[in-house]
């Protein structure tokens, strides 16, 4: 069965600090792998991820993908108190118009 | 100006109940869909539609009714509502494929 893991569950850090979110899949014909953040209401969109170990960065977040570990992570450096929220990673099933999501990282910033 | 808008923002209803929920995307995309966050926050897919016809229906109960009357629109019925329907549901568009998905803001639906 398809399915996507998201590692860990929760995480609560200082402010300032940098975290590491992971994001492992198992999916059959594997194309892409997609990032979410998810404040109060709907997810919004952060990267899309095709290419194995190529860097897509975003400000202070950045993402990369490991097709030979099946795994992605997701970074942020200099967290801050607006960071906290759901992140979401998410893949395409192949010869579907459907992802199918991790259960998602909570993460807390205090500040 | 919202892309995807989702009416209404809270629903609370007895078991028993019928209800619907209405979606709208300004975006001129293809396909819709609705997705279920329950209470641990996992987005599930409940159905998709491209261009008004239905492609993905995975295993809801046959209570939920989603209807696209054009491919800007797509609502969803739930008939004899039940405690375990309370959750967030989230409407969804894409255009292309992979699909990357644009969220409407949810509907809370809380059933007592």
């Known amino acids: 069965e398809d399915k996507v893991v998201q590692s860990p569950l929760s995480l609560v850090v200082h402010e300032g600090d940098t975290v590491t979110l992971n994001c492992s899949y198992e999916?059959?014909?594997?194309?892409?792998l997609l990032w979410y953040k998810q404040e109060k209401k709907a997810p919004t969109f952060l990267f899309m991820l095709?290419?194995?170990?190529i860097e897509k960065k975003s400000g202070r977040l950045s993402s990369i993908l490991d097709k030979k570990e099946l795994s992605s992570i997701l970074n942020i450096t200099a967290t801050q108190t607006g960071d906290s929220a759901i992140y979401l990673c998410a893949a395409p099933l192949q010869g579907a118009q459907k992802l199918v999501f991790g259960q998602g990282t909570r993460l807390t910033i205090n500040p | 100006d919202t892309a995807v808008s989702q009416t209404p923002k809270y629903l609370v209803t007895q078991m028993g109940n019928d209800k619907s929920i209405k979606c709208e995307q300004n975006?001129?995309?293809?396909?819709m869909y609705w997705y279920k966050q329950d209470s641990k926050k996992f987005l599930k897919i409940m159905f998709s539609y491209n261009n008004k016809e239905l492609i993905i229906n995975e295993t809801v109960p046959n209570r939920f009714s989603p209807k696209s009357p054009d491919k800007a629109h797509l609502n969803l019925h739930i008939n004899s509502l039940e405690l375990g329907d309370s959750a967030v549901y989230f409407c969804?568009?894409?255009?292309?494929?992979?699909?990357?998905?644009?969220f409407g803001n949810g509907t809370r639906l809380t059933v007592t």
């Open positions: 999916v059959t014909n594997f194309r892409s």
């Open positions: 975006l001129g995309h293809d396909t």
């Open positions: 095709t290419s194995s170990g």
């Open positions: 969804a568009s894409s255009q292309g494929s992979p699909p990357s998905l644009h």
